[in-house]
């Protein structure tokens, strides 16, 4: 990175010019703060004021206050944090369980190439199913429980891990390959010293997708069987019809979520210090 | 002399659901001990196929690849090899992508990090041992590269167009630098390259491919003049420009019967955009 050594003369006006650009670019970042934030706000105030005007209807959508409300009360009552803990162990457990598993069963393609040309019409069809639809399975299988409702969750990130990491550890450029095998590098050394480690990052970039697929079959699961979870507490409103639950639930789930996104983002540019894909 | 390199009788051919493509026909070929070896032609003379016959990455369909008398049946650590491009792990720093020899023979240690530490000092990159591929200039890293293959000490290296991704400048420094090198250890050496000039300024010895199959077609010795000198001063000695000339008329020289086929592999010559 060759920067420009300025003279004496000339560094007043490169450095003004260096000064100009940055506040620019700072009032921009700024401007899109405050407009993320007035969103947000505005949103929140014309919900409040349709419901109140009678503009929405109140039982189904409730009003910002009331969840805020009902939040407060669900914490302080020690309800909230239970139910959250809960579902976020589980999302945690599925989507890690599903990338592991995802990225084993690539490995093992990437292993036997001959399994992996007999195998892909199924892996084909396994991947256009709808997986939510094993849950009945999964309850009857391992029992209505924390366990079923984690299978839900690997079985719908599995298959889509398996293909993606799959499909990257074949493009890996054939080079890499070759400078393993010139220094007699053994099959599990290519694998180990080329493949894998050039696929972190679509392993890395899995897992996070893998996040918002785990929420899914983590509810759906809790939907199904759970006696505690966000999931619960979404179904145990609507059978109350108490829909400020519902949308308290879902606010819930939208934070923590984010949350578990901006964690696993966090440990991606941990993982990869100085890597940079050519 | 002793033979570092026999090649008898190599044919090979790339099997497709296509059918078979004869790459290399029937290559007889001997390197001596501390050789430089250049093999030129146009594309499509299985240049690089002769470079992984001889690296043993693939197998001969016919004949056989004998190393100081020994048949060569896979990779093997006594013979290093330079690809067209450096192929550093991205993933690895400089230091660590040149010890990744050591570590797949299961011999990382802190004799192993001493001697490239010290290769690296000696081929300007001291400094550069924590950084990484990208931070590193091209030329750099083709050096990084030759490191890695160099610290492992093989007998005989291979240069599949190592210098051809490089600017002019920096490939005559490292050419120059790879010259140095091998004369330095007594390294038997192939270089496989589309450049004439640098066929002619780095090498004992020119084979003269022919295209489609790989055929030799002719053998041209260097003059002592120029191949005792370093390639970028051989360049100007008196007797290189009619060297050059000389591979050049060889290698458009229309082969007996076939001209109009032989002039279509001389204009392939062309350098590569």
């Not at chain 1, 162990?89 to 040309?117: I, K, S, V």
Request: overall charge positive.
């Amino acid at each position: 990175m060759a920067r420009a050594m300025p003279g004496e003369r000339e560094s007043g006006w490169i450095r003004e010019l260096e000064r100009g650009y940055r506040s620019r670019a700072r009032r921009v970042t700024l401007l899109v703060r405050i407009w993320q934030a007035a969103l947000l706000i505005a949103f929140i105030l014309l919900w409040e004021a349709a419901v109140r005007h009678g503009r929405l209807d109140e039982l189904l959508f409730s009003y910002p206050s009331k969840i805020a409300g009902m939040l407060g009360e669900l914490a302080v009552s020690g309800t909230l944090v239970p139910h959250a803990l809960t579902t976020v162990l589980e999302t945690t457990a599925g989507f890690a369980l599903g990338t592991l598993g995802g990225t084993l069963l690539a490995a093992l393609l990437w292993w036997f190439p001959a399994a992996a040309r007999v195998l892909d019409p199924y892996l084909v069809v396994l991947n256009s199913l709808p997986k939510v639809a094993l849950g009945p399975i999964f309850i009857v299988g391992f029992g209505p429980g924390y366990l079923s409702i984690i299978m839900t969750a690997v079985a719908v990130t599995i298959i889509i891990t398996t293909l993606t990491i799959y499909g990257r550890f074949r493009e890996i450029d054939a080079n890499y390959l070759k400078v393993v095998r010139l220094f007699g590098g053994t099959r599990w050394q290519v694998f180990r010293l080329a493949v894998l480690p050039g696929s972190l990052p679509t392993i890395v970039s899995a897992l996070k997708v893998n996040v918002g697929l785990s929420w899914v079959g983590v509810i759906v699961g809790e939907f199904l069987t759970a006696k505690r979870g966000l999931g619960y507490l979404i179904i145990y409103g609507f059978q109350v019809f108490n829909f400020t639950l519902v949308l308290s639930s879902l606010i819930v789930i939208g934070a923590v979520a984010a949350l578990m996104y901006g964690f696993v983002s966090l440990i991606e540019s941990r993982l990869s210090p100085g890597y940079r894909v050519r | 002399m002793d033979v570092m390199l026999r090649l008898s009788g190599v044919s090979h051919a790339y099997v497709s659901p296509r059918g078979a493509t004869l790459a290399v026909d029937g290559l007889n070929l001997d390197v001596a001990a501390g050789e430089f070896v250049s093999l030129v032609g146009p594309s499509g003379c299985g240049k690089t196929t002769i470079l992984n016959l001889m690296a043993g990455l693939l197998k001969p369909s016919r004949g056989t690849v004998e190393l100081a008398g020994e048949p060569v049946s896979g990779p093997n650590p006594r013979i290093g090899y330079m690809l067209q491009q450096d192929y550093l792990f991205p993933w690895r720093n400089i230091r660590d992508n040149a010890l990744i020899g050591f570590e797949i023979a299961g011999a990382r240690g802190p004799e192993a990090i001493r001697r490239v530490d010290r290769l690296l000092a000696e081929f300007g990159l001291a400094g550069s041992a924590r950084r990484y591929p990208h931070e590193l200039s091209g030329g750099m890293r083709q050096r990084a590269a030759l490191v890695r293959t160099l610290v492992r000490e093989p007998d005989v290296l291979l240069l599949d167009e190592p210098f051809s991704a490089l600017d002019l400048l920096i490939r005559h420094q490292l050419e120059d630098l790879v010259w140095e090198t091998v004369r330095g250890r007594g390294v038997t050496a192939v270089l496989v390259t589309h450049d004439l000039e640098e066929a002619a300024a780095m090498s004992d010895r020119v084979v003269i491919l022919n295209a489609s199959p790989g055929r030799i077609r002719a053998v041209l010795d260097v003059p002592a003049s120029i191949r005792t000198r370093q390639p970028s001063e051989a360049r100007w000695e008196k007797e290189f420009g009619p060297l050059f000339h000389h591979l050049k008329e060889m290698i458009q020289e229309p082969k007996g019967g076939g001209a109009g086929h032989a002039r279509g592999a001389g204009e392939r010559m062309d350098p590569r955009t």
